[in-house]
């Protein structure tokens, strides 16, 4: 079944548990982490991850989108993050690998992000050791970017590829998902789908969230 992951980065901040609530019909919570570095923008860090741990049962899944991420990894893991990504091109692959390794050592579940300047066949060196890739259909750093339809096929091979060297990895999709282009990313090879402001932005949030799944099932 395709998981829904709304991204709290198009939620509103100022009542962080209210918007947590609101996406209580959704399967996961998407937590953008943004250094001012990496991507140009600044977002959340640790104890925001924390706030959002008390606050939820759901499954978080934390995107790193920050340098040299393997500094971090342990806080994350320590704040309740279920789920941690790192980019490929945020580090040297030792640094990706030794944030692996800590990923494995915290007992959160590991995965690697792609931006669309990345092919898909970066993987190969992490991918058996992995329990989800995440691949980019927006340059990562804003919300509200139109969905970059070249990207189809960089899924497309991340999937062949997963079905390849690890079946059971799990193959998320971010960046200007709604009802149409979760059908397109699901049919690509997606099972996971990360979706901020078309469900932050719907007038009704449940039935923002329907719809992508509605979307998702074809």
Known sequence: MVKIAPSILSADFCNLAQELSRIRTADWVHVD????????NLTVGVPVVKSIRSHTDMV???HLMIDKPARYIKAFAQAGADLLSVHLEADHPTGITRALELMEECGVRKAVALRPITAAQAVLPYLERLDMVLVMTVEPGFGGQPFLERQLDTISQVRRLIDQYNPACQLEVDGGINPVTARKVVQAGANVLVAGSSVYGAPDIELAIAALREGAAG
């Open 60 to 62: 978080l899944d934390v």
């Open 33 to 40: 982490v943004m250094d001012g570095a990496f991507v140009p």
